[in-house]
């Protein structure tokens, strides 16, 4: 795949990264609210691995949908973005633009979906908050 174009859903998926966290600094404040330790400093411990712990207890969704992002991101940073992690092919673009944290070409998904390592439909949608990552935003330069 183009540098041009995985640095797009780059910017996207760091987007949506974004929204997740956003929308999570209120649970975060509410439940350091909770917690009631007024010596506590809450731009302290909003960093982003107590803030992940809280999404854990609260949220398992969408920590696991932060987690999937994380991992995206991972991958686009040592360049083996758009590469299925089971077999090393290529997902498709189609496949990327639908599921941008896809892990696992079509081929490799059912297969995982048949032995009954993943549930079927696990990643049928993407679950981004973001509106679907449009052709315009990947194209070349
Ligand atoms: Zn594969």
């Known amino acids: 795949?183009?540098?041009?174009?995985?640095?797009?859903?780059?910017?996207?998926?760091?987007?949506e990264r974004k929204l997740l966290v956003s929308q999570n600094q209120k649970k975060l404040k509410d439940y350091l609210e909770r917690t009631?330790?007024?010596?506590?400093?809450?731009?302290?411990?909003?960093?982003?691995?107590?803030?992940?712990?809280?999404?854990?207890?609260?949220?398992?969704?969408?920590y696991r949908h932060l987690n999937e992002i994380d991992r995206a991101l991972d991958k686009i940073e040592?360049?083996?973005?758009?590469?299925?992690?089971?077999?090393?092919?290529?997902?498709?673009?189609?496949?990327?633009?639908?599921?941008?944290?896809a892990s696992f070409c079509i081929s490799c998904q059912e297969k995982r979906e048949k032995s009954g390592l993943m549930e079927s439909g696990d990643e049928a949608t993407n679950g981004?908050?973001?509106?679907?990552?449009?052709?315009?935003?990947?194209?070349?330069g």
């Open 36 to 62: 009631n330790d007024e010596n506590r400093d809450i731009a302290d411990l909003a960093n982003e691995e107590y803030e992940s712990s809280i999404m854990a207890t609260n949220n398992t969704h969408q």
């Open 1 to 15: 795949m183009r540098k041009t174009i995985i640095e797009n859903f780059r910017k996207y998926i760091e987007k």
């Open 128 to 140: 981004f908050n973001l509106p679907p990552i449009s052709s315009s935003m990947l194209k070349d």
């Open 78 to 101: 040592d360049g083996s973005y758009g590469n299925c992690d089971e077999c090393g092919g290529e997902i498709s673009i189609d496949r990327l633009k639908a599921i941008p944290n």
